[in-house]
C-alpha cells in the first residue's frame, strides 16, 4: 500500500516561491510521480509530473518555466519547487503516485492535500 503525505504549502505573496514536499511509504521506487492542483470551484488539474529517476518530466502549460519537479528516491520524496507565483496559483496541491505510466499522467494513490495561497 502507498501512503502520499504532502507538505510545505502556505501563504505567499504574487511573484514569492514555495517548495512542497510530498513523502511516500510503502515501495514506490520505480513509480511515476507528479502533482495536481485545484482551486474552489474547478476542477482538479494536472501541474507536473517525474518518471522514476527524474531523467523525464512534464509541465502543464501553465507552470512551464516556474515550476521544477524533482525527486530523492533516498528519501522517498518528490518536490514541486514554484517561482514567480501568482494569485490564480492559489489551490489545493495534491501529491500523486502510479506505476504505470508518465504521459498521461493519473494518479492511482493521492496525498490528503496541502493549501497554496498567493496574495497579490
Known amino acids: 500500500q502507498v501512503q502520499l503525505v504532502e507538505s510545505g504549502g502556505g501563504l505567499v505573496q504574487a511573484g514569492g516561491s514555495l517548495r512542497l514536499s510530498c513523502t511516500a511509504s510503502?515501495?514506490?521506487?520505480?513509480?511515476?510521480m507528479g502533482w495536481f492542483r485545484q482551486a474552489p470551484g474547478k476542477e482538479r488539474d494536472f501541474v507536473a509530473a517525474i518518471n522514476w529517476n527524474g531523467g523525464r518530466t512534464y509541465y502543464a502549460d501553465s507552470v512551464k518555466g516556474r515550476f521544477t519537479i524533482s525527486r530523492d528516491n533516498a528519501k522517498s520524496t518528490v518536490y514541486l519547487q514554484m517561482n514567480s507565483l501568482k494569485p490564480e496559483d492559489t489551490a489545493v496541491y495534491y501529491c500523486a503516485a502510479n506505476s504505470r505510466s508518465l504521459y498521461p499522467f493519473t494518479g492511482d494513490y493521492w496525498g490528503q492535500g496541502t493549501q497554496v495561497t498567493v496574495s497579490s
Open positions: 510503502g515501495r514506490t521506487f520505480s513509480y511515476y
